[in-house]
């Protein structure tokens, strides 16, 4: 297991490298008009050279990556063109916002989506229509365009949560939860609406298979069978589909982030690609990442601790 | 199904895609979003007719102006007719839409298909660049592409179908692969199948409906994201576009708040039309069988109840097991019934074997499982009823399946040997924990004491080193194993009816004649009634009393093994046992023309 779990994560080492490489090179490689875009269209030339000279833009892009890879790799990221605060302490404080958002989401959708999996599955019926009309629904109306409803609703007409901001939890655990009542449940919809009917029909193809007839001639309790047996079998499934989600929202959070002007890594993301603040966009590109892996060994684990077919050696 | 001959499954497959396009435009859904997609193309294509003002005309005497005769649905903040605009937004939503959609296609399902079925370092390679791409935040991507080329949406949508491959990749990889560890297909590549024929013939089957599912999914994500980034004030800034639209309605909420209605509609709806037309197709290509159980049951009046409370029915039976007018059927996708088994009856007499005898098809495993009550869900008892030492399992008057009776027999009076050992066990727990519960469940034994008589029943069925055995998980013993485990299983509390449905039929030669051995030796000591479903006369000689032959869910001829065999009244009969003593085994159906030219 330990050799499993190395490997992971030296691949996911790997991975970060030649991600963040190409995300690099593909950023940095037209970066002709970021001292004009910096200094504004007034700049004259020597204080575009100057300016050039001052970010290190004449120097070959090669020479600039293994730089920016040399610091990288002991948690600098640089610093930014605009401010010039350093990247990963203001990546950190966003980070907070960010995970706070994207978890609570995940986990309220995963409870959601696998309570109504299962109903759907087992029970069939209306509840399996109502799942589907309910992915249809929160898969048709894309997050920000539920955003734009709530607010309209719950923030302008009735006032009962803040159109925008956000309340550190230290600072207020009320507020911190007001502040995220209208962004969590823009998100939660879209993915409970696409996660619940994978899950219901991961439960369904399970249901179908021999052993599960097999338990149940051996008198083996209904809802044991569920509940130990087939959302186990299910389970892999389920969590691939949640890994999904999770990326799928460190995307989403960015637009939702905007629309709700929470100060996450979203946000920061948006305003410094505008900006043209490149070095900031990469340290978010290396930040979300490293997310990513950190899921998907999680799920990997996980998927091997639920299975002993797939335990590696 | 249990027994699926290859000849049936591709058969059946061809029924069901004959019959796709009738059922996909049987369904409503499928008209209301195929037209308004439809629509939406039109509307595309033929924006400048269609279209009743310039969409970047501004008036500055209509700003904002409401719903009137004129602009059927106002006009924004710098006098710009809204319908206008909103129809030539289909345009950019569209291209954005099939550009995303060919790009992951393309990519993905090839590579997810040759990954998952090679596995080794071909999957190692592109699952890496899989999670490399899914690694990468899309949007955040989006934005550098649009800095790097320009803010065109064929390119941001080109790349976006790129970073999105993964969702075709990693469905059709996960699918490949759970395919590939089935047992079937590893039975397909011993018996020399090529890989593409196995991709083909079985992987494809499996994985099809999944990538259309995903294909509407994507088609919606697609025009989500392109929407998004308009909505940021990323985009083209001259491309008409609803995200954009909704952008400046969003601006403008306080003062004319149903600006973002129409383009949210749009995007809505659009999204919502590319969901129901996939879902609609998946359905129309998921099984023929896919009808609700429980509004299907009570539509279907039991017809021959009459039939079931004749006059030999009305005094109680002596025997242990009554069986009696049974007919069992699925709903067919039209509406119809298709019986599977009909008007079958037969009784068994305590420590009796019963042999059903038939060829794939016959009907005989769904009679075995009407007894256990555990037909698949979509099934209907049309008619008859049955009966276990005098307590209905199958109730006379409404012919539902009495769930609760049944619950108090499995397992503990009325037991059931599969056909498939290795498909029978669940993978996830130990080859003890799946002996042991039942036997606290039923016989309310404590761990300690059901784990003693597991090793007892487990010596009993001849494994060497119960100890061991019960410590490995289902994979890890053979298939002979495997089934004497599967019959522990079954006897563990002392049932008095043993129901086996082929027990031997996927065993090794040598490995089958040791477990005919273990259950008639079983059967004899036990003292229990036995329904014997089999294919083979062998088995049925060696073991059985009586003997049933059933064809096309029907009862041909029954009575004792010994006069049957020796002396078969039926054609049918003389044919199946003709093609035994031949060596061969019916595993096919017999066809009109080989029974005409015997």
């Not at chain 2, 305590?350 to 769904?366: P, Y």
């Amino acid at each position: 297991m330990l050799g499993f779990i190395s490997r992971r994560l030296l691949s996911g080492v790997l991975l970060l490298l030649v991600t963040s490489s190409v995300a690099y090179f593909l950023m940095f490689a037209s970066s002709n008009s970021i001292a004009i875009n910096l200094l504004g269209d007034a700049a004259t030339k020597d204080q575009i050279v100057a300016k050039e000279h001052e970010l290190g833009l004449d120097r070959p892009i090669l020479a600039r990556y293994f730089d920016w890879l040399g610091h990288a790799v002991t948690g600098n990221l640089g610093k930014s063109w605009l401010s010039s605060e350093s990247i990963s302490e203001s990546l950190l404080s966003r980070l907070g916002v960010t995970l706070t958002l994207v978890g609570v989401v995940i986990i309220l959708a995963a409870i959601i989506a696998t309570i109504l999996g299962m109903l759907a599955a087992v029970k069939g019926g209306w509840i399996d229509r109502l799942v589907q009309v309910i992915g249809i629904t929160g898969f048709a109306v894309p997050n920000f365009v539920v955003a734009i409803f709530l607010v309209t609703v719950f923030a302008i007409q009735t006032p009962i949560f803040p159109a925008t901001g956000w309340v550190p939890f230290s600072e207020d655990p009320k507020q911190w939860l007001m502040s995220l009542a209208l962004p969590v449940s823009a998100l939660v919809l879209g993915t409970v609406a696409s996660s619940a009917q994978q899950i219901r029909s991961a439960i369904k193809s399970v249901l179908e298979r021999d052993w599960v007839r097999t338990l149940k001639s051996r008198g083996i309790p209904q809802r044991e069978i569920l509940f130990k047996h087939v959302l186990r079998a299910a389970a892999p499934a389920g969590l691939t589909v949640l890994s999904l989600q999770f990326v799928g929202l460190l995307g989403g959070v960015v637009i939702i982030e905007q629309l709700f002007a929470l100060p996450g890594m979203g946000y920061l993301a948006v305003s410094s690609t505008t900006s043209g603040d490149t070095p900031v966009v990469m340290g978010v590109v290396v930040y979300t990442v490293i997310l990513v892996i950190v899921v998907n060994l999680l799920v990997d684990l996980l998927n091997g601790w639920l299975n002993p077919k797939n335990r590696v050696k | 199904m249990t027994n699926n001959t290859p000849t049936q499954n591709a058969h059946s497959t061809e029924i069901i895609r004959r019959s796709l396009i009738g059922r996909l435009l049987r369904n409503p859904l499928t008209l209301v979003s195929g037209s308004f997609l439809l629509i939406l193309v039109v509307s595309g294509v033929f924006a400048q007719f269609l279209a009743p003002f310039d969409p970047q005309a501004t008036d500055i005497n209509a700003v904002l102006s409401p719903i009137n005769s004129k602009h059927l649905l106002g006009t924004d903040s710098a006098g710009r007719d809204v319908l206008s605009r909103i129809i030539f937004g289909v345009q950019s939503t569209l291209i954005s839409a099939v550009i995303t959609i060919v790009t992951s296609i393309v990519i993905g399902v090839p590579a997810g298909m040759i990954a998952g079925y090679f596995g080794r370092k071909l999957d190692a390679v592109s699952n890496w660049i899989s999670n490399m791409l899914q690694s990468l935040p899309a949007i955040i991507v989006l934005l550098a592409v649009s800095a790097s080329f320009g803010n065109s949406i064929f390119v941001s949508m080109f790349v976006f179908g790129v970073l999105i491959t993964p969702g075709f990749f990693r469905l059709t990889r996960t699918a490949v692969m759970g395919v590939r560890n089935e047992l079937y297909v590893d039975a397909a590549r011993v018996s020399g199948l090529g890989d593409f024929r196995i991709i083909i013939r079985h992987i494809f089957g499996v994985v099809r409906a999944p990538i259309i599912i995903q294909a509407a999914m994507i088609s919606g994500i697609a025009i989500s994201v392109q929407s998004g980034l308009a909505f940021l004030g990323l985009g083209d800034p001259k491309l008409i576009s609803w995200g954009v639209m909704l952008n400046e309605g969003f601006v403008n909420i306080f003062s004319s708040p149903t600006l973002v209605v129409w383009p949210g509609l749009a995007i809505s709806s659009t999204i919502g039309a590319f969901a129901l037309l996939g879902n609609a197709i998946r359905d129309a290509l998921e099984d023929s069988q896919k009808v609700e159980t429980s509004s299907s049951k009570s539509k279907y009046k039991r017809n021959s109840s009459k039939l079931a409370t004749n006059d030999s029915s009305k005094s109680k039976s002596n025997h242990m097991l009554t069986v009696q007018n049974l007919s069992v059927g699925y709903a067919q996708g039209d509406g119809s019934l298709k019986k599977v088994v009909s008007d079958v009856s037969f009784e068994l007499n305590k420590g009796e074997v019963l042999g059903i005898v038939g060829e794939s098809g016959s009907g005989k495993s769904q009679t075995a499982f009407s007894i256990l009550g555990l037909l698949p869900a979509n099934a209907i008892i049309a008619s008859g009823h049955i009966e276990f030492e005098g307590h209905e399992l199958v109730s006379r008057e409404t012919g539902a399946i009495r769930q609760k009776e049944l619950a108090a027999f499995r397992g503990k009076r009325i037991a059931y040997i599969p056909q498939e050992p290795m498909s029978n066990l669940d993978p996830a727990f130990t080859i003890g924990y799946q002996l042991i519960r039942p036997v606290t469940q039923i016989l309310k034994l404590s761990k300690d004491e059901a784990r003693k008589k597991v090793l007892g029943i487990l010596d009993m069925v001849g494994i060497v080193n119960p100890e061991r055995v019960m410590s490995l998980y289902p994979h890890e013993i053979s298939g002979g194993m495997a089934q004497r485990v599967l019959i522990a299983g079954a006897i563990s509390c002392e049932p008095d009816l043993l129901i086996a449905d082929e027990p031997t039929t996927a065993l090794d030669v040598t490995v089958q004649a040791e477990v005919l051995d273990l259950l008639r030796d079983l059967q004899k000591r036990l003292g229990m009634g036995m329904v014997l479903v089999t294919h083979n006369f062998g088995v049925v000689a060696d073991l059985a009393d009586r003997v049933i032959v059933m064809q096309y869910g029907k009862v041909v001829e029954q009575g004792g093994v010994r006069e049957l065999l020796r002396s078969p009244q039926e054609p049918y009969t003389k044919i199946l046992l003709g093609s035994m003593l031949e060596g061969k085994t019916p595993m096919t159906m017999l066809t009109e023309s080989q029974r005409d030219s015997k």
